[in-house]
């Protein structure tokens, strides 16, 4: 058969009368006669009509939700409802069969838990087409983003030697024969003998490599997959996950949070401008899915309405300071409804305090910034002690509704002697990170850079509310299929 | 100080007598008075001159070679030779220091092997800018040609249960405490107690899981980490890498050929026309290096017009078969010059081979298809038999001159009963693999596809000569430094 030409391109040709060649899979067979096809270029199906009367019966039966078929035809425009053009099929073949009885997917409506267990199948429904094109195009936009303002993309490494950031607990690599690992006359395990000559670990984190290469480059990005080994098995959690993680030398805090607002308001508009047929989608999905809910715990507002609003607004930046004062009086700590009662300056915020800000109070994302420093890591740049003597660390987090933080990030720790006092009080060698402290011995300057977890943006755009779901293949405590 | 301006845009500029500020790190300082300044931004360094007899000693004292400086000042016409604009300095500030005795980057010739123990550091060397501006260029190049053509970029896992081709060693995932390995009665390891449930790997490659997104999406890529346990320090090898994996859904090997030519050339050509200034620094480089070798040694091209050269001619397409006809009777086989003779249609081709035909025979890059089934994976696509019955599968593999193969590919077995019969042949369990078998079960379709080791797409076009030079943080065996 001649060249294919996608779906996508023929639903909006207006060159009526050419021949084309489609190849596709058939999503439903109604008729007799009309073969709706999807090659996944588009969300949309194109409508194919065949001649019953002069089509081989034995072919027809063939037309099962899920076959693979290649059509050639003639281009009309269609007088059903819901299409503008179809195909008038000359020429129809089989590419691959699909027993009905058993293929899993039919054209009736399958819970996301049901396709979560077929992962591999699940791309060729609607919802997952729709948020995998959104996916693809929100990175294609990070690349974009950081591509036209001068940024080098850093590729960090993978395994790795070093905890960057006691983020939590991590993975082990290694090529020991588990029933045989060499030891030690001590009895220790001997890991001059692995692969690396040393223990290592799944990175969690490109930060700390990411630094060299911006007190180098000035202005890097990494986008990359971490990992987290921690048991949660929540609707928010991963424990392979892709984060970008940009950082700029000689940027301080305020840089840093502008950086980041503007890079996420321009992700949310390159998904609105590029993805519409995909939003428009799962908006509906959306509004199907809420209806099951009661009314007080609906969104108030639609999917593209939220991305909307987050164009529309700035951020809100405020202390983490002024954030306590707000919810120590807020509502729900006065009526005892938040589970953990915001009472002291220094207490970590939990996510339902982070979504109460978010979603009542201010309406709009809101970036956290100078955190207590007991409750954030070594590399952040210690603040003057307050009017009260507390000590800050110039941190920002940026809390997004129903998703709580997608951004964290800080101004690091440039001086020298403070960053090795902090190491000092949390216990980290420093002899082993000897190379991250050259940065500070050798030219140091101010510096900050932020992590985005791909997943919680891709979460936010599409609406959906499991992590599993917008990832191909989520990798979680006990799964690892496929 | 104002906001900073990028040296890039300002030795652009034509805009004298414009206030700037400069922040960036010293390469050299001379005569009291001339300060090379680089942020990184470009490969090239600014000029800024300070009038020595107003600047305190001890300020001057510390413009040591790697110190991060802030300079404000006014652009003027360069009187100097080498440069157009220079910054007339009239506030100078210290960010970090850098002392001149412990800095290990003078501003002196450093052997790469040097620089690799400091791999932290010699970003801040030209050659390492101009290579990883290279590598920068490329990577967004490569999402820029897939999103151009409407693929989608698809996240394959990185840790897996699933052997993807057998294509080598794999470094074991876990976390079990290797101290206290779970065990269960029989004494066999108890992976259901490991994190997945399930013993995991780094992968291989995302090939198969790619597949599946191919076979619901039509076109899709993959560009990720690739991990490889093998125990080979050769100058080509890495224990992880960054591959591309386009599947294309409908692609039979000619049009599979087609694309990756397309994409090579296209990559290669974004290269010459946004790295103008990198490429020419490293021809020279490449140049100096090659005039160390004896004659008969030297490369017959510049690095310039070797990548031209591969834009301008068609790459070479010729069978298996027809490659070992040559090799049979080329001078380097009848004279016994070759370390493999070649002798029998079957054998596995070497380097030396590869290379004969790329850069004696040919002299361009060659696209060898048609291999002998017996060498290649099971997931390759058998063809009919030849006119003396000998079995071939449809690969390609793309030779590069002085990489070797740079694009391994083929047409995928799309046909269940070939597929399984192959896999029996290999014993390759099918139950374990039944998600894979699924793609060819319901809704199969010719489909092709292709992996390129980006690394080795890296070292082609800048012609480096060690693969640990075109990855930030290289990872082999005994090193996992930084």
């Given at each position: 058969?001649?060249?294919?030409?996608?779906?996508?391109?023929?639903?909006?040709?207006?060159?009526?009368?050419?021949?084309?060649?489609?190849?596709?899979?058939?999503?439903?067979?109604?008729?007799?006669?009309?073969?709706?096809?999807?090659?996944?270029?588009?969300?949309?199906?194109?409508?194919?009509?065949?001649?019953?009367?002069?089509?081989?019966?034995?072919?027809?039966?063939?037309?099962?939700?899920?076959?693979?078929?290649?059509?050639?035809?003639?281009?009309?425009?269609?007088?059903?409802k819901g299409q503008r053009v179809e195909v008038k099929v000359s020429r129809l073949e089989i590419l691959g069969d699909s027993?009905?009885?058993?293929?899993?997917?039919?054209?009736?409506?399958?819970?996301?838990?049901?396709?979560?267990?077929?992962?591999?199948?699940?791309?060729?429904?609607?919802?997952?087409?729709?948020?995998?094109?959104?996916?693809?195009?929100?990175?294609?936009?990070?690349?974009?983003?950081?591509?036209?303002?001068?940024?080098?993309?850093?590729?960090?490494?993978?395994?790795?030697?070093?905890?960057?950031?006691?983020?939590?607990?991590?993975?082990?690599?290694?090529?020991?024969?588990?029933?045989?690992?060499?030891?030690?006359?001590?009895?220790?395990?001997?890991?001059?003998?692995?692969?690396?000559?040393?223990?290592?670990?799944?990175?969690?984190?490109?930060?700390?490599?990411?630094?060299?290469?911006?007190?180098?480059?000035?202005?890097?990005?990494?986008?990359?997959?971490?990992?987290?080994?921690?048991?949660?098995?929540?609707?928010?959690?991963?424990?392979?996950?892709?984060?970008?993680?940009?950082?700029?030398?000689?940027?301080?805090?305020?840089?840093?949070?502008?950086?980041?607002?503007?890079?996420?308001k321009y992700l949310i508009r390159y998904a609105i401008n590029n993805c519409s047929d995909e939003l428009e989608f799962?908006?509906?999905?959306?509004?199907?899915?809420?209806?099951?809910?009661?009314?007080?715990?609906?969104?108030?507002?639609?999917?593209?309405?939220?991305?909307?609003?987050?164009?529309?607004?700035?951020?809100?930046?405020?202390?983490?300071?002024?954030?306590?004062?707000?919810?120590?009086?807020?509502?729900?700590?006065?009526?005892?409804?938040?589970?953990?009662?915001?009472?002291?300056?220094?207490?970590?915020?939990?996510?339902?305090?982070?979504?109460?800000?978010?979603?009542?109070?201010?309406?709009?994302?809101?970036?956290?910034?100078?955190?207590?420093?007991?409750?954030?890591?070594?590399?952040?740049?210690?603040?003057?002690?307050?009017?009260?003597?507390?000590?800050?660390?110039?941190?920002?987090?940026?809390?997004?509704?129903?998703?709580?933080?997608?951004?964290?990030?800080?101004?690091?720790?440039?001086?020298?002697?403070?960053?090795?006092?902090?190491?000092?009080?949390?216990?980290?060698?420093?002899?082993?990170?000897?190379?991250?402290?050259?940065?500070?011995?050798?030219?140091?300057?101010?510096?900050?850079?932020?992590?985005?977890?791909?997943?919680?943006?891709?979460?936010?755009?599409?609406?959906?509310?499991?992590?599993?779901?917008?990832?191909?293949?989520?990798?979680?405590?006990?799964?690892?299929?496929?």
């Open positions: 058969m001649a060249k294919r030409t996608r779906i996508k391109d023929l639903l909006n040709t207006t060159e009526f009368g050419q021949q084309v060649t489609v190849m596709g899979w058939v999503k439903t067979f109604r008729n007799n006669q009309f073969i709706s096809i999807n090659d996944g270029s588009s969300i949309n199906n194109i409508q194919a009509v065949v001649d019953f009367n002069s089509t081989d019966e034995s072919l027809l039966k063939r037309l099962t939700t899920g076959a693979a078929i290649a059509i050639e035809g003639e281009i009309i425009e269609s007088l059903g027993d009905a009885e058993k293929f899993p997917l039919q054209p009736k409506k399958h819970s996301l838990e049901f396709l979560r267990e077929i992962a591999h199948l699940r791309f060729r429904t609607n919802t997952f087409n729709a948020v995998f094109k959104v996916r693809h195009a929100l990175a294609y936009a990070v690349h974009k983003f950081f591509n036209d303002k001068g940024f080098v993309y850093m590729h960090t490494p993978i395994i790795t030697a070093s905890d960057a950031e006691g983020a939590g607990e991590m993975f082990r690599v290694s090529t020991f024969d588990p029933d045989n690992i060499p030891r030690n006359d001590d009895g220790t395990i001997n890991y001059k003998e692995d692969f690396f000559g040393k223990a290592t670990n799944l990175t969690v984190s490109g930060q700390l490599e990411g630094e060299l290469a911006a007190m180098a480059f000035g202005d890097i990005y990494t986008f990359g997959p971490t990992f987290r080994a921690e048991n949660s098995n929540t609707t928010r959690h991963l424990a392979e996950f892709w984060m970008i993680e940009p950082e700029m030398a000689f940027y301080d805090l305020n840089d840093n949070m502008d950086l980041a607002e503007e890079l996420l799962l908006k509906s999905r959306l509004l199907e899915e809420e209806k099951q809910k009661p009314q007080n715990e609906r969104s108030e507002l639609d999917l593209l309405a939220k991305l909307n609003f987050c164009l529309d607004n700035d951020f809100e930046r405020i202390t983490y300071t002024e954030a306590i004062s707000i919810l120590r009086n807020s509502k729900p700590n006065q009526k005892k409804q938040f589970k953990y009662l915001i009472d002291e300056w220094g207490a970590d915020l939990q996510s339902e305090h982070e979504r109460y800000l978010v979603e009542k109070h201010f309406k709009k994302p809101v970036i956290l910034t100078n955190y207590p420093a007991e409750i954030k890591s070594f590399y952040m740049r210690l603040n003057e002690p307050d009017a009260e003597g507390r000590r800050t660390v110039g941190a920002m987090d940026i809390l997004f509704p129903g998703i709580g933080e997608i951004v964290g990030g800080s101004q690091r720790e440039e001086r020298l002697e403070k960053l090795e006092g902090r190491m000092a009080e949390l216990n980290i060698p420093t002899e082993e990170m000897s190379w991250f402290l050259d940065t500070r011995r050798f030219g140091s300057a101010p510096h900050s850079g932020f992590g985005l977890g791909f997943e919680r943006l891709v979460l936010f755009v599409t609406g959906m509310t499991n992590i599993r779901d917008v990832i191909p293949f989520p990798r979680t405590p006990k799964n690892a299929e496929f």
